[in-house]
């Protein structure tokens, strides 16, 4: 019986994380995580299928390996999400404490996304002399020059 339950709850989760990849402001990743907690404490099958589709499967696993979330996610995320609040608020709600729970809730999401950790990928970069290099062209000497390299 709480077999049905989770998968229940999984599907659910599933299909408003898939219906917030194309609708701005309802997070995805959020409800792609509750659907895998939930498939993987009822279905393998569903939870192995969850985690090697080809789209959804790599908001989890992206989650999975660094435990955060990348700066653009974040930043889209409260663009697209503060956009619709006050669309909402300003012009298609009409009571005032409506408007002002949607606001609550918005603020809460804030918060959520900020206290979830961020994802930077670290760049070094290093400087590596290279003798036949001339920046100056070749009738000008230089006594040393340099190759940039980037490395992830």
């Not at 569903?46 to 435990?67: A, C, D, P, S, T």
């Not at 298609?92 to 996304?113: D, E, N, Q």
């Amino acid at each position: 019986m709480l077999n049905i339950l989770y998968i229940t709850l999984g599907t659910i989760s599933l299909i408003i994380g898939i219906i917030g990849i194309f609708v701005p402001g309802l997070p995805t990743t959020v409800f792609l995580l509750g659907a895998a907690a939930c498939y993987v404490k009822s279905s393998e099958r569903l939870y192995n299928w969850l985690l090697e589709h080809r789209v959804l499967g790599k908001y989890i696993k992206h989650y999975r390996k660094h435990k955060a979330m990348p700066v653009k996610s974040k930043i889209i995320a409260l663009v697209m999400m503060w956009t619709m609040i006050s669309i909402s608020a300003l012009f298609f709600i009409k009571t005032p404490l409506i408007s002002i729970i949607v606001v609550l809730a918005g603020i809460i999401g804030t918060i959520a996304i900020y206290l979830v950790k961020t994802y930077r990928p670290e760049t070094i970069t290093t400087i590596e002399p290279k003798p036949d290099w001339n920046p100056l062209g070749n009738h000008t000497k230089v006594k040393a020059t340099y190759k940039i390299t980037e490395s992830k």
